[in-house]
């Protein structure tokens, strides 16, 4: 039951919350189908990057803002120091048209990106959250309830990345690390299903350590494979696999109030090995 509440709020919350970036977003979208330069006439030069001609930062209260003219474009990242979000905002020099915008979630592309003609027509759509069903907000959601960490806090995520494993597991997975500030600099990685949310591992890395926890997972599974498919124990001249021994076990139980005046529990809890 506690299960099933948890998920019914991740996907309540989802809900609205995705509502919210959407509408967020296409405000965002909107407002900057076109670039003028004089719209940020009221912000300071932000002193923290070098500055050029053609590569300019400037800051407002959270908001930061980089104009970088290039090969024809005036490219616009936007972001709020306080989230994790950048949004990419790519212009024509000479019309001053949007030609593509995107989200980035942590240096990680996200949602939709949205591509458009000279004319401003909207002329194709990349969805990078495709393969994904347990979205990003909900992943958020997951690490605030289950574990009260904060994935949109940049200081507490280490890494994060995601990625379709192909080779072994064939599934999408997010990758996230995280650094709780500890003095012998272990990062905490989570690898969770993309399809449903399930965290499928976790591990303790320590930094410099050579470890992938994608592999330290398949090399898991692999020897629990093994496990189960070598001699577990032989009942009644037949010899059992642990998995077989566990199907096996479990069949007997559901027939339990039927065969429990059978010596049921004597037979099957015999050690391994013994008849």
Known sequence: MKHLFI??????????????????????????????????????????????????????????????????????????????????????????????FGVRYLLLGIGKWRYYDETGKLIKEIDTDLPYKFSISNLIEKFKIEYSLDLEDSKTVFRFNRYLEKEYLNIPIYEIGIDRGTISNIIEFYLVDGNNGKTLYSIKIAEGEIKSPLNEYIKQIKKEEGENNTYYKTYKGKNYTKKEWEIFEEEWHKNYEENKNKGFWDDIFKRPGKE
Request: charged residues 30%; positive net charge; aromatic residues 12%.
């Open 7 to 100: 998920i019914l709020l991740l996907i309540t919350q989802n809900s609205c919350s995705s509502q919210k970036e959407l509408k967020n977003n296409s405000k965002k979208t909107d407002s900057m189908k076109t670039f003028d330069i004089n719209t940020y006439k009221d912000w300071e030069i932000d002193t923290y990057y070098s500055q050029s001609e053609n590569d300019k930062f400037l800051k407002k209260g959270n908001d930061r803002i980089r104009i970088i003219n290039y090969n024809g474009t005036i490219q616009v990242e936007k972001n709020d120091i306080t989230t994790p979000y950048k949004y990419y905002y790519l212009y024509d020099s000479n019309t001053k048209l949007l030609k593509s």
